[in-house]
């Protein structure tokens, strides 16, 4: 790590005429740093040459308490820089380089669109291992073999410091990344393997690089696709509810995509309310809203204790201070499960086509009603499956108790916070974690089952294990307050995009238009 220029910024988002600082540490110098906006296209928009930077220690906490180095450099933020996610990009003297980010907001009132992509910040801070260890594990410790994985995951942290760098297989991986998910259905005796081996013989990633970040990820995704059809879309990063509280105004739609996983309390109820208000929510997104976290130290150190928040949460002990303490948000001490304004959680899905979870599954959604709204002129019917070929469903994804009615369609079937009028469109099985019966090593194992299973069900019982095991993968939409949401409950919704999957086009068509999110051409009409 010593032979790259490592840098932080101190913000994770700004605004127009706001000053970003780089704290930075580089074992020669000058230095250059470049500023490009990744869409649809890559676009430079600020190059600054002969940064002087010295090199500095790296604390052994720098992974919980950040590396303390010095203010390096700081740049404007131009008034035409438009907004989106913007790579950062240090090269030293010798080409050796490191990336980072920053998002750009749009905080002019009469210029900001319809709609806004919040980027999913928090996650990336949660599996930030940069320093050695993240909210998972103790990563470094399993890449030199000095640990054993179960021994790496009694090494994560709670308390997570975002001044620090990134690694670069996660933030900016190399080459072309395979995704989170079997391309081929298993076959007989076959133990599965996510992903490519040949990519990962060649770039030796960590098990957690795939799971979070911008760049060649799902938020990239969806970017290209939403820029290329002439979307005009807005972002934002879930820090700015830190700082912001009020940063939706102004928007009619609010979107997440991929993994948003981990979510504040200043987020959670500021996109609740929004909804609740008239305003629309698009998740094209799984595992979302999942766990509960919190920031501290003016919004330097994000605390996500995750199931371990009841024993190391120093919030929890007293009463008085356990609502801000962190663990699942579904968890009965907030009174707050995610489905009440999501509809659906991943305590009721899990995982498909990933390892020995639904190793054979199909892949694709079956659809059931065929007759909502979501579905208008896509050509599909009843007992049609969708995204197969791409393959669609795969790694994680959200789902909700299930019955069927007397009109042979799937409905709602209580769950925490699950409301009564969700709207079943299609759905897939998904299990939360491989069965203790596979004879392979476990690549997702189920941790913290009693408590998993004391929250989804209220007590822990074999027969309430037994039915955490068997969830479903669920596309569903529903009216909350004065406003509605659509849930494409996986993760994997927008690679169907970047396949051009018909089905998965026009679907997504639909949302947006229903939802008001307009054409660069359209206007305000």
Known sequence: MTDNPWFYPDKV???????????????????????????????????????????????????????????????????????????????????????????????????????????????????????????????????????????????????????????????????????????????????????SLDWMEEHQPTPYDGSACFLKKWEHVFTRWAEEQGYEIDFLSDHDFEDHPDTLDGYETAMVVGHSEYWSVNQRFAVEHFIQQGGNFISFSGNTCYWKVRWEDDGQTMIAHKSAGEDNDPLWANPATRKDATHLWSHPEFDAPEARFLGLSFLYGGYHRIAMCAARGSAAYTIYNDEHWALADTDLYYGDCIGGDVPLIGYENDGCPIQFGEDGLPKPSGGLGVPENLEIIAMTPATLAESDRSPFPKVIPLEDREILTRVTFGEDTPDNRGKLMRGHAVMASFKCGKGEVFNAGTTEWVHGLAASNPFIEKISHNVLNRFGVTLANDGDD
């Open 13 to 195: 988002s700004a605004g127009a005429g706001d000053t970003v600082t780089l704290f930075a540490s580089a074992p020669a110098s000058p230095c250059t740093l470049t500023v490009s906006r990744i869409g649809a296209v890559v676009e430079q928009v600020a190059k600054f040459e002969n940064i002087e930077i010295e090199l500095h220690e790296t604390p052994d906490d720098a992974d919980t308490n950040g590396c303390g180095w010095p203010a390096a450099f700081s740049f404007e933020v131009e008034s035409d820089w438009r907004t989106g996610y913007y790579d950062l990009t240090l090269t030293g003297p010798d080409g050796a380089k490191s990336q980072h980010f920053i998002c750009i907001r749009n905080d002019d009132v009469d210029t900001k669109s319809k709609a806004v992509l919040i980027l999913s910040t928090n996650t990336y801070a949660a599996y930030n291992y940069w320093g050695g260890r993240n909210s998972y594990a103790d990563v470094a410790g399993l890449m030199a073999g000095k640990v054993t994985p179960d021994e790496s995951r009694a090494g994560a942290i709670g308390r997570l410091s975002r001044m620090r760098p990134y690694p670069q297989t996660m933030l900016a991986p190399p080459g072309d990344p395979p995704r989170l998910i079997n391309y081929e259905p298993r076959d007989v005796g076959q133990m599965p393997i996510p992903g």
